[in-house]
């Protein structure tokens, strides 16, 4: 669940924190005084795009920090990934530059803003104009078939997808025989030619590195004659000038004259010897270093060529030898496939039509488990459509054969019939907002029984409504929060009595405050929602009762 969000400098909002709890949390407050920027954060910390606009005026960056407390099952994927989770709690950051770029941190480490949607997002479900939008997609309808599927369900489509890829790459290898025979001829001719010109080269790891400092060696060897001659003659000095080694030499000499008086210096004498040592050893290395250079013309030119060669045979291969190796593992093991699938076409074309049959076997039995799990999730929603102030209405799910596709052989569609004596009509067709509302409310219902998602955020979820059908929805998501965290937007009265927690998003002075109303203070907020004088105590008993009054009815 979502313990803690703290925003700063996002829109109206300077800074704010608001503090969630387990069950129902309703989010009121008048048009214009922040709910939108509360759930745009929340967004961002789900992955959403970063805009600058969403910067406060006058702010170099915005800033939302999330606390998520997680279960076991929550916890384990994350673990995997390598993040941190401290306590059960999980750390979220989004940070957005005036400038345009954003960051996003997980567990304290940082991440690409395109990780939350694989991290965080899944934790949380978010409904708004959006998701009512995409229920009326066929394959967002054929989604929320497949989910309300028992675990044979889960397999099926696990066991579809596997035959799909397996026929898919039948058909590529039937097609490399067949329909581009002409390509495939030209492919092998030009791996082999190329798997030819390297074995004949035959490079090894990090040759080009090797290659080419060599080549810097064997190009100056007179500047490094030189240096290495210099550095030489200060240490074994010149014909007029004394150089390190002797220097060093003299001072040893000295030091053991003054050890003679002084014995505590016995250490510093065996140092100054040892360093004389060092530096006529370093000498004689130096001098052997410049007897091994030899510009060895013969060597560059062999040197020039193999880069040439090993040049010309990375061209759109590889960045270095090493990547060079790579690629002929990969060429030789292509060659084979086109070798050996160009020796057998008869065995090809069987291998794709299995393929294809076992594609249509398992596509059949995920069509008729498609049509149970159809028509059971239509008819348990259907039923809280009738708690919903739909009494007549029916939800119907189709389920029609089409071609294969990766999805399966089925074209879904889920069918309103708003009354008995109505022809269903699909979602996308004939479903208004209000009606789309409660049917998004009852699916979750539904399906919040099999999910493993623990908290739900609800935008526009009462749009369209009022009355009686107001109270019963707020009765649903109340049950829906009985073992979940649902956090609701919400205009209404008769939804917000429902909650067991109630924030208040308020604009003074052009800035906005988050904060938790219990007691009177939420008594004169539910009276603002009515439309009454918050200020008049009668206005909020008044209130108060009919809203109460409502709760036992819709629970009855």
Not at 25 to 44: P, R
Not at 140 to 148: E, I, P, W
Not at 492 to 508: C, D, E, G, M, Y
Not at 528 to 553: C, F, K, N, W, Y
């Amino acid at each position: 669940m979502i313990s803690t969000i703290e925003i700063s400098g996002i829109g109206v909002i300077d800074r704010a924190t608001l503090d969630f709890g387990e069950g129902l949390t309703v989010l009121t407050g008048e048009t214009g005084a922040g709910k939108t920027m509360v759930l745009t954060s929340v967004n961002l910390l789900l992955g959403s795009r970063a805009e600058p606009a969403l910067v406060r005026e006058g702010r170099s960056r915005a800033q939302v920090d999330g606390v998520f407390t997680l279960d076991e099952q929550q916890i384990a994927p994350l673990v995997e990934e390598g993040i941190d989770v401290e306590d059960s709690e999980l750390i979220v950051s989004r940070t957005v530059l005036a400038q345009g770029r954003s960051r996003a941190h997980v567990g304290g480490r940082m991440v690409p803003a395109s990780a939350l949607a694989q991290t965080v997002a899944p934790l949380i479900t978010v409904h708004g104009q959006a998701e009512q939008m995409r229920l009326k997609n066929p394959n967002a309808q054929r989604d929320l078939v497949d989910s309300y599927g028992d675990q044979a369900h889960q397999d099926l489509l696990a066991e579809y997808g596997k035959a799909w890829k397996e026929a898919v790459n039948a058909k590529r290898s039937f097609d490399d025989i067949t329909k581009n025979a002409d390509e495939r001829i030209e492919e092998t001719e030009s791996l082999s030619a190329a798997l030819e010109a390297i074995d004949a080269f035959n490079p090894h790891e990090g040759e080009d590195e090797e290659l080419r400092l060599e080549a810097r060696r064997l190009m100056s060897v007179e500047d490094l004659r030189r240096f290495i001659d210099t550095a030489t003659a200060f240490i074994r000095g010149t014909d007029d000038t004394d150089g390190a080694s002797s220097l060093l030499r003299q001072s040893r000499d000295q030091i053991s004259s003054a050890r003679s008086l002084d014995e505590s210096l016995a250490s510093l004498e065996r140092q100054a010897e040892s360093i004389a040592i060092d530096v006529e050893t370093l000498g004689d290395d130096l001098g052997a270093y410049a007897r091994s250079l030899d510009a060895d013309p013969t060597r560059l030119a062999w040197v020039h060529s193999r880069r040439a060669d090993l040049k010309k045979l990375l061209e759109g291969r590889a960045d270095d030898a090493s990547g060079l190796i790579e690629w002929a593992q990969r060429a030789r093991k292509r060659l084979e496939e086109l070798v050996t699938s160009g020796n057998n076409p008869e065995a090809a074309e069987k291998k794709l039509k299995e393929a294809q049959a076992r594609v249509l076997e398992v596509g059949s039995c995920l069509h008729d488990s498609r049509v149970r799990c159809g028509r059971e999730l239509a008819e348990k929603v259907t039923g809280e459509l009738h708690a919903l102030a739909m009494a007549d209405a029916k939800l119907i799910s189709t389920v029609e054969k089409t071609k294969p596709t990766s999805h399966g052989l089925d074209e879904v569609t889920i069918l309103l019939q708003p009354h008995s004596s109505a022809t269903p009509r699909p979602l996308g067709q004939g479903a208004s907002g209000g009606e789309l509302s409660r049917i998004m409310l009852g699916l979750e219902v539904v399906l919040g029984e099999k999910s493993t998602t623990k908290t739900f955020i609800f935008d526009e979820v009462d749009a369209g409504i009022g009355g009686q059908t107001a109270t019963e929805v707020g009765a649903r998501l109340k049950r829906l929060a009985q073992n979940r965290q649902v956090i609701v937007v919400t205009h209404l009265p008769q939804v917000a009595v429902f909650a067991s927690h109630h924030l208040v998003v308020t604009k003074n002075d052009g800035l906005t405050d988050v904060h938790v109303v219990e007691g009177e203070a939420r008594e004169a907020e539910l009276t603002r929602m009515m439309g009454g004088d918050a200020h008049s105590p009668a206005a909020r008993r008044h209130a108060i009762e009919v809203l109460t009054s409502a709760v036992p009815q819709s629970q009855g």
